[in-house]
Antibody
């Protein structure tokens, strides 16, 4: 059974870069889509973007200028970088596994990691 | 962008009730409409994909239906463990979007 574990700094200063890693265990990165989703405190879910195992990406237009998602098949991990962060980026960040096709639902989620943006 | 509007935003129900949650899309879409359940402090879990397909391991009291702009999640015979917040999500067009959530309380 595939399991996902997000990790990264829990506290990031304003204007700096948020960097998170999602380790995939119990399965392979290929040939699936991998998404990042975030949830601000007390609010709903926001899709950040996804990456295909071959490196193709699709990002939310609202974050596109600041976000980069990458994949390392040799390490079985997916990474998220979000630059120039502000308090509005404070959220629980989830990685999630999609299917073999871009329209597939996200069937496995990590437990999430909380990121606070504060000086 | 496809905006998804869920109704109601919250509901109170009793064990054994039939609960219906609606998700309305701002434009006609294909049946790439998914439903997730989230409990407090936990990650969402997939219940229904492609509008009406039950995810493996999900109890059969959950069902999904709909097409075009109107989609529905139904919980037959609500159980105590079904409390939480339910989100619809479209994987039809970019950018992917979520509904605002429906909180189910007892």
């Amino acid at each position: 059974q595939v399991q996902l574990q997000e990790s990264g700094p829990g506290l990031v200063k304003p204007s700096e870069t948020l960097s998170l890693t999602c380790i995939v265990s119990g399965g392979s990165i290929s040939p699936y889509y991998w998404s990042w989703i975030r949830q601000p405190p007390g609010k709903g879910l926001e899709w950040i973007g996804f990456i295909y195992y071959n490196g193709d990406t699709l990002y939310s237009p609202s974050l596109r200028s600041r976000v980069a998602i990458s994949v390392d098949t040799s390490k079985n991990q997916v990474s998220l970088k979000l630059n120039s962060v502000s308090a509005a980026d404070t959220a629980v960040y989830y990685c999630a596994k999609g299917g073999r096709y871009s329209h597939d639902a996200m069937d496995v989620w990590g437990q999430g990691t909380t990121v606070t943006v504060s000086s | 962008d496809i905006q998804l509007t869920q109704s109601p935003s919250s509901l109170s129900a009793s064990v054994g009730d039939r609960v219906t949650i609606t998700c309305r899309a701002s434009q006609t879409m294909s049946n790439y409409l998914n439903w997730y359940q989230q409990k407090p402090g936990k990650a969402p879990t997939l219940l229904i994909y492609a509008a009406s397909s039950l995810q493996s391991g999900v109890p059969s009291r959950f069902s999904g239906s709909g097409s075009g702009t109107d989609f529905t999640l139904t919980i037959n015979s609500l159980q105590p463990e079904d409390f939480g917040t339910y989100y619809c999500h479209q994987s039809d067009k970019a950018p992917r979007t979520f509904g605002q959530g429906t909180k189910v309380e007892f």
